[in-house]
């Protein structure tokens, strides 16, 4: 029954198309042919959804005047397709004008940002002939390749509800969540195999990790970012060169670290040197070199939509790997009340902050995607074009970016991208790497917790994306991801009996009056390779 549901709702997801507002305009001649970007209103103009089916028109330069005054003396357009500048009046006079002087499709140039054009409600029944915005720098361009001698057709092609890039996400997410995990886990492993405690107080070892432990400074923790958020939303415009700047010193040692510690592992030998009685790795100049070029390389191209979204994707895996394996959870009461604010936190600012907001936009997605980012932020019912295809804003690097395949006419106007937050990723994976840990010091070797909960993240996001097709709108992913990975974890526990355990976390009980460690009696040992502390 499950397996025919599943193929049902495949079927409907990748079967399923939605009416975009954004079109294609092919321009050819004898010798060349290019596409550029429309946008349209499909209630009030129907055009063709295939180049094949489309009808070719001869395009009539008009862009020396307006199309407002049915008076004034033009050239004859009858049958043929003509563009206008925009302003001056509105569409439905420009769409009058242009009908009876017996034009086929009315194009208008815009020097402005783009939104679907619209008319009177009276007038929807009464316009017979296509309307379309187009970026005037793409007229100036086609003339310029084509001259006057310009055919063209107009087509919009459907959008497939479901996009491949989705999938790209959900392995890029659950890959970094299972190898984060794994790092966490190994890491600790060795720590016991080398006798060193764990230890459940909030200290920094000499690797520079951090444990929490204090549900007072988890708190604390989530204010802050709800604070950092608001003040994100409020001063955008220079707190993301702020944010910027950090997150490519930040991606740069995270990228280091796992390249380095991915080496040590395939046993590269480091190549050292001294220099005046100092001792120094080739091998860690040569990484540091590399992840160093790579932060600037994407800092300085950041907004070159069409490929940095791979290096910005590749500094983000690094980030939340490195995330996961520095901060650790003490113990299984910490991730219910770190993950359960976050998610009361995800909810407030996506879904309650409309209602907040002058423009009804959520705090969450406006910050996240930033402002000029309005393609990206609706089902397709709106759109906004900006005039100059490069983006003139800049994007807080939060989000995993993967371009969505089958929105051609789309990326033509402007780069659509699937999106998911870091912290969709790092939330839930701290979790998973309390469970690889836990399974460390209980000498789990199928590693049960770490596999369930990686699998219930695995069905959060499928259930996460299922949601969003269904709806047509951004969800907030830790809605879906907390409640699956934190019950999941909780009744492996239950079921093996080691809820006390898993609670409790490590071997230590800390005092925050003295913030020492105190051996906790009548506890099972742990791991064999580490025994009690």
Not at 124 to 152: C, E, H, N, W
Not at 205 to 229: A, E, I, N, R
Request: hydrophobic share 45%; charged share 15%; glycine share 6%.
């Amino acid at each position: 029954m499950a397996r025919k549901l599943w193929i049902i709702l495949s079927v409907i997801f990748l079967s399923s198309q939605i009416k975009s507002q954004l079109a294609v305009l092919h321009i050819s001649s004898d010798s060349a042919e290019r596409e550029y970007c429309l946008v349209y209103n499909h209630k009030l103009t129907n055009i063709s959804s295939s180049l094949n089916s489309a009808a070719e028109y001869q395009l009539v330069n008009l862009t020396s005047s307006h199309l407002c005054n049915a008076s004034t003396s033009y050239p004859n357009v009858r049958g043929k397709a003509v563009v206008v500048m925009r302003d001056q009046c509105e569409f439905g006079r420009k769409l009058v004008v242009a009908e009876s002087l017996g034009a086929s499709v009315l194009l208008i140039a815009s020097t402005q940002s783009m939104s679907s054009p619209s008319v009177n409600e009276s007038e929807y029944g009464k316009v017979s002939i296509p309307l379309a915005l187009m970026r005037y720098s793409d007229f100036l361009s086609a003339q310029k390749t084509f001259s006057d001698k310009m055919k063209v057709r107009l087509y919009a092609p459907s959008v497939p509800v479901f996009d491949a890039s989705i999938i790209a996400l959900l392995v890029i997410a659950v890959f970094t969540v299972a190898m984060g995990g794994f790092w966490s886990g190994a890491v600790e492993s060795e720590k016991l195999s080398a006798g060193v405690c764990a230890s459940g107080g909030e200290q920094k070892t000499d690797s520079g990790d951090l444990t929490l432990y204090s549900p007072l400074k988890v708190v604390l923790f989530v204010l802050l970012m709800c604070g950092m958020l608001v003040l994100m939303y409020f001063f955008y415009k220079w707190l993301v060169y702020v944010i910027i700047a950090i997150f490519c010193l930040a991606s740069a040692t995270a990228l280091y670290s796992c390249l380095d510690a991915l080496l040590t592992k395939l046993g590269c030998a480091a190549c050292s040197f001294s220099v005046r009685d100092s001792t120094c790795s080739v091998r860690s100049l040569l990484l540091g070199a590399v992840c160093v070029t790579v932060a600037v390389v994407w800092g300085v191209y950041r907004n070159e939509d069409r490929w940095i979204w791979i290096l910005q994707d590749l500094l983000g895996i690094a980030f939340c790997l490195n995330f996961m394996k520095t901060i650790t959870l003490s113990n299984y009461k910490i991730c219910v009340i770190l993950l359960s604010l976050l998610l009361v936190y995800d909810v407030f600012f996506v879904f309650i902050t409309p209602f907040f907001t002058k423009n009804g936009e959520s705090i969450m997605v406006q910050v996240a995607l930033g402002p000029g980012a309005s393609g990206e932020k609706t089902d397709g019912s709106m759109v906004e074009v900006p005039a100059d295809p490069t983006p003139s804003y800049e994007k807080l690097p939060v989000v995993m970016r993967v371009p969505r395949f089958s929105a051609w006419a789309q990326n033509l106007c402007e780069i659509q991208f699937s999106i998911l937050g870091y912290g969709d990723i790092i939330v839930p994976g701290l979790l998973v790497a309390y469970c690889h840990r836990f399974d460390v010091w209980m000498g789990n070797r199928k590693r049960i917790y770490f596999l369930s909960c990686t699998i219930a993240y695995f069905v959060g996001m499928i259930v996460t994306f299922a949601v969003m097709i269904a709806s047509k709108m951004g969800q907030p992913a830790l809605l879906y991801l907390v409640p699956f990975t934190l019950l999941t974890s909780a009744v492996v526990a239950w079921r093996r009996k080691e809820m006390k355990q898993f609670w409790a976390g490590t071997t230590y009980e800390v005092l925050d009056s003295a913030r020492e460690p105190l051996m906790q009696g009548g506890e099972p040992g742990y791991a064999s390779t580490g025994g009690k502390c």
